[in-house]
């Protein structure tokens, strides 16, 4: 029975958070170092805020070490574009180095680049591309101090424009400076991982022992500028890598050294964002009291009295009585819309309450968007069911179709528009184009988890039966009146968006952040109450609305509540655009068409969850209020 199914699904899910996270709970298990102990330097990809494509780090021809290992990675990390290998870096466990060279030569100090190479390491630096390293699983940052605030940024330039002369340097020496706490004596944790870069010109150096080296201080070396359009074809240009490395004992814990890379600087606007949130859904909350309170006790009051001498005509939403629960046109498009916005919203829910208890930290790279695709998927079995009530209620009669159309409609949406920017993706020889196999091992988990859940779930659904409502459907349709402006399509829905946006749109402003500027967003606390208000505000708008409609004699409230529910996708499509123009600096045409299909996909995906929320509660609001009075 459905008892089972339950328990079922549950295993199902426990199974598949387990996997996604791969059983890593922050501060679980630290890994400790004896002195001299070989520490592993990881590259894991290119990044640039003005870029949303990610690259292989040795996509730029740096030193390379003698084999390439790639690490394993997990699902969130290869749709990331991350891209694991190790480096020619060696480091020992709390011994200083002052200069290593790398990738020296029998009778060069370092590496002979070509004009092609040249011209690839200007472009990225240009670009403003930032590497992005890993020690024991702790990003590389840069160190950065603003008004005395110090705060790091993740990763470190490659490279620097010189702000008088506009010439293009590159960063070939690199200091890892690396903090430790002594746990106990003769045992090193890794607690932090700093990174600090110059540009030395060969000349400065002298090489020592073996790999060895010195670089003079009496005075500032010169820096590596590099020039391609000063180069012949056939040129080449010598530059040296090294790098050195100094170990730092620090009074962080293990289980705080994620801490740096989180800091808060600004608790207060997400604080702001709050109380404007809670302001939003209060004033509404009034108007909705309002409402139905004086308004709606007032007709049910005089529409059940039973004095027959002052029985008043009744007026407004009584009249409609008779066609409220008419089924929509187009009911199997209704279904499909509804039932894939209830698999959004289980997802969201039960990711979010995952990411609240702390399972999908920043340290376990990818888990949080593993853990979303596997979710998406079991909650097929929820969106089915709802969808098969609902398609009974609407007399829907070919029940196997409409299961099929709703477990193909959203994945194939994600599908067709990835698959396409994809090609784009692979022409820019981007780490972010997702790998032929990896398409293929979800297309083979949507047909083998996804498919099936939703369409038994419909069966289930459609086997219950339709919502139970009193209410008889007359033969022949009423006439709606001619309708006041504010009550026309476009403006209304227009008008529902605005309260629902205007809650949610400061914590809008730190995701957008995370998505195209590489920043981290683990502030899921915030988010979850954001979209308590958010599912609170659409509900209540739609059921104002829908209510004045109803008071205009239009019963057509299927379409209308998902739209007016779903309406504040438009504007957050538009507040990306705005985000675009204002925030972003990216260049280049693919980069642009990738920005803008992915906030589509954004705000479909917002568009669906918020119209069936819009949708589910204008439908218990009509049978609630139709279910108070007395029908003839």
């Known amino acids: 029975g459905l008892s089972d199914m339950r328990a079922l699904s549950?295993?199902?899910?426990?199974?598949?958070?387990?996997?996604?996270?791969?059983?890593?709970?922050?501060?679980?298990?630290?890994?400790?170092?004896?002195?001299?102990?070989?520490?592993?330097?990881?590259?894991?990809?290119?990044?640039s805020a003005r870029q949303p494509l990610p690259f292989e780090y040795y996509f730029l021809p740096f030193c390379k070490p003698e084999k390439l290992q790639r690490k394993a990675e997990n699902l969130g990390e290869v749709l990331r574009g991350d891209r694991i290998t190790n480096t020619p870096y060696e480091l020992h466990m709390n011994k200083n180095v002052s200069c290593t060279l790398l990738c020296k030569g029998s009778d060069t100090l370092g590496i002979k680049y070509k004009k092609s190479d040249i011209v690839r390491f200007h472009k990225f630096i240009k670009r403003e591309f930032r590497a992005n390293w890993l020690?024991?699983?702790?990003?590389?940052?840069?160190?950065?101090?603003?008004?005395?605030?110090?705060?790091?940024?993740?990763?470190?330039?490659?490279?620097?424009?010189?702000?008088?002369?506009?010439?293009?340097?590159?960063?070939?020496?690199?200091?890892?400076?690396?903090?430790?706490h002594e746990y106990q004596p003769g045992l090193f944790r890794i607690v932090g991982f700093e990174i600090r870069t110059a540009s030395v010109d060969k000349a400065a150096y002298t090489p020592g022992d073996g790999r060895a080296c010195q670089i003079a201080t009496e005075k500032r070396p010169d820096a590596v500028f590099i020039d391609p359009k000063s180069m012949g074809n056939d040129d080449t240009v010598e530059v040296v890598w090294s790098y050195g490395v100094r170990w730092e004992p620090s009074p962080i814990a293990w289980a705080s050294r994620w801490d740096s890379y989180l800091a808060m600087n600004d608790a207060e606007i997400h604080w702001f964002s709050i109380i404007n949130s809670v302001i939003t859904v209060l004033f509404l909350s009034g108007i909705t009291a309002i409402i139905i309170i004086r308004t709606l006790s007032r007709d049910i009051a005089r529409y059940n009295e039973e004095d027959e001498e002052d029985q008043v005509e009744p007026t407004g939403w009584k009249l409609v009585h008779g066609d409220v629960m008419r089924p929509p046109v187009h009911p199997t498009w209704l279904v499909t819309l509804v039932g894939t916005g209830v698999q959004l919203l289980s997802m969201?829910?039960?990711?979010?309450?995952?990411a609240c208890l702390g399972m999908l930290s920043p340290a376990s790279r990818g888990a949080l968007m593993t853990a979303a695709i596997f979710v998406f998927m079991f909650m097929g079995?929820?969106?089915?069911?709802?969808?098969?009530?609902?398609?009974?209620?609407?007399?829907?009669?070919t029940w196997k179709s409409a299961a099929i159309q709703l477990a193909v409609f959203f994945p194939a949406a994600i599908f067709g528009t990835g698959f396409l920017l994809n090609f784009f993706i692979w022409g820019q020889h981007s780490s972010g184009a997702v790998p032929f196999t990896t398409m293929l091992a979800l297309l083979f988990m949507w047909v083998?988890?996804?498919?099936?859940?939703?369409?038994?779930?419909?069966?289930?659904g459609y086997r219950k039966g339709a919502y139970d409502t009193s209410l008889k459907i007359n033969q022949i349709p009423r006439q709606v009146p001619p309708q006041q402006a504010y009550l026309e399509p476009p403006v209304s829905v227009a008008v529902a968006g605005i309260l629902p946006f205007g809650a949610v749109f400061i914590e809008l402003f730190f995701i957008l952040g995370a998505i195209w500027e590489n920043q981290f967003y683990y502030l899921f606390g915030f988010l979850f109450l954001v979209a308590l208000v958010l599912v609170i505000s659409c509900a209540e708008i739609t059921i104002v609305l829908i209510y004045l409609q109803l008071c205009a004699e239009n019963y057509h409230w299927w379409w209308r509540s998902f739209l007016l529910g779903g309406s504040c996708?438009?504007?957050?499509?538009?507040?990306?655009?705005?985000?675009?123009?204002?925030?972003?600096s990216i260049d280049g045409a693919v980069a642009t068409l990738l920005y803008f299909g992915y906030s589509l996909l954004m705000a479909l995906g917002v568009f669906l969850a918020t119209g069936t929320i819009g949708f589910y509660s204008a439908y218990f609001f009509i049978r609630k209020i139709y279910g108070s009075i007395k029908i003839d």
Request: hydrophobic fraction near 55%; charge should be positive; aromatic fraction near 14%.
């Open 10 to 47: 549950l295993a199902f899910l426990a199974i598949s958070i387990a996997l996604a996270n791969g059983f890593y709970i922050p501060g679980v298990a630290p890994q400790e170092y004896v002195q001299g102990a070989l520490v592993d330097v990881k590259a894991v990809k290119l990044t």
């Open 569 to 584: 996708a438009v504007y957050v499509f538009l507040y990306s655009v705005f985000y675009y123009a204002t925030k972003l």
């Open 381 to 397: 079995l929820i969106a089915g069911y709802f969808a098969g009530r609902l398609y009974r209620t609407l007399n829907g009669q």
């Open 135 to 180: 020690v024991d699983n702790l990003p590389s940052a840069t160190r950065v101090v603003l008004d005395d605030q110090v705060s790091y940024v993740s990763g470190f330039p490659i490279g620097f424009v010189d702000s008088t002369s506009s010439k293009v340097g590159l960063f070939n020496h690199i200091v890892l400076i690396i903090k430790i």
């Open 448 to 460: 083998g988890i996804s498919l099936p859940l939703v369409i038994g779930g419909f069966y289930f």
């Open 348 to 354: 969201l829910i039960v990711t979010l309450i995952v």
